[in-house]
């Protein structure tokens, strides 16, 4: 069984943090419009992907997000996570 990880509120935002913000940002009508789109909680999406204090989206948001936004800078930023340096 998969246990629920806490976010570590001390983390800097990643380049991937920074992405999926933009991204939804872009979306039309934002990331209120990209979360209705969905049925997730407009202000919970919002603080998950402040880069602020960036939080942690789950697979269904990350996955969501991937699909309405198209943006394939995500996809790059995680090819340069897993590539080797």
Known sequence: ?????SPNR??????????CHDAAKKYPGGITALAQR??????????????SEPGCINLDEFTALLS???DRRILDAIVELVSER
């Open 38 to 51: 969905y049925g997730f909680n407009a202000r919970t999406l919002q603080n998950k992907l402040n880069p």
């Open 1 to 5: 069984m998969l246990k629920a990880i």
């Open 10 to 19: 001390n983390r800097h935002a990643s380049k991937l943090d920074i992405l």
């Open 68 to 70: 309405a936004t198209r």
